[in-house]
């Protein structure tokens, strides 16, 4: 049982580096068409999709975790695991991928705005 649980926590906890990596699956072939102004704006406008996404999440997950502890409910499987330990990777896995998705359209707007200044200069 807790190999398959151990799979869960890999897998969520993985996802916020994964995402600072840009290791995450996407499909930019129109994207990459696009100038690089927009380009970058495109890519702020994702970021900020993800994050709100994330935050949504988190706060959920926040809640469900809460609730299962708070009742004490347990998983039926050999050893009666409460369920709040397997749940609590999944807030605070959307947590940190929030945090780093506004960092990714920080970055991306900031890129944006250098370039614009480096243009008018």
């Known amino acids: 049982d ?3 649980y151990s799979l869960l926590f890999i897998a969520f906890l993985g996802a916020p580096w994964l995402l600072q990596q840009n290791g995450h699956v996407s499909i930019d072939m129109l994207v990459e068409k696009l100038p690089l102004r927009f380009k ?26 809460q609730s299962s502890y708070a009742n004490w409910t347990v998983i039926d499987d ?29 970055g991306e707007l900031a890129a944006t705005k250098s370039e614009t200044k480096e243009e008018t200069a």
């Open 78 to 106: 050999f050893l009666r695991t409460p369920k709040w330990i397997i749940l609590s990777p999944i807030p605070i896995s959307a947590f940190f991928l929030a945090i780093q998705a506004f960092r990714d359209m920080a």
């Open 40 to 65: 970058r704006f495109w890519r702020a406008g994702i970021s900020l999709i993800i994050a709100l996404i994330s935050a949504t999440v988190c706060y959920v997950g926040i809640l469900i975790v």
């Open 2 to 4: 807790y190999s398959s």
